[in-house]
């Protein structure tokens, strides 16, 4: 079992930035960022193998940043200039259930309970 404790979500404006950082109760594998809202499914956002490849939703290229840190078990996501669009709850996951061409599927083995972010216009 891996528990997954993410923070760093809050309230924006629109052109902002936030940090949100996720824990890991010990070492993962491929590590991602979801969001999801009441209407839309759950999405990938963006995500980081062990060996550092990383994979971007087009919604979030050029905007976020994802990176890890393996010595803390810890996967971090930077977002630059939100919009009001990027308001949802940010879920971190861990350790792929199926392999596969991309990592952005929402086939993950654990996830932690979710993050906040709002953004404001």
């Known amino acids: 079992q891996v528990q997954l404790v993410e923070s760093g979500g809050g309230s924006v404006q629109a052109g902002g930035s936030l940090r949100l950082s996720c824990v890991a109760s010990r070492a993962t594998e491929t590590m991602g960022w979801f969001r999801q809202t009441p209407r839309k499914d759950r999405e990938g956002v963006a995500a980081?193998?062990?060996?550092?490849?990383?994979e971007y939703a087009d919604s979030v290229k050029g905007r976020f940043t994802i990176s890890r840190d393996n010595t803390k078990n810890t996967v971090f996501l930077v977002m630059n200039s939100l919009t009001p669009e990027d308001t949802s709850i940010y879920y971190c996951a861990a350790n792929r259930r199926v392999s596969g061409s991309t990592f952005l599927t929402p086939s993950y083995a654990y996830w932690g309970q979710g993050t906040q972010v709002t953004v404001s216009s």
């Open positions: 980081i193998s062990r060996s550092g490849l990383t």
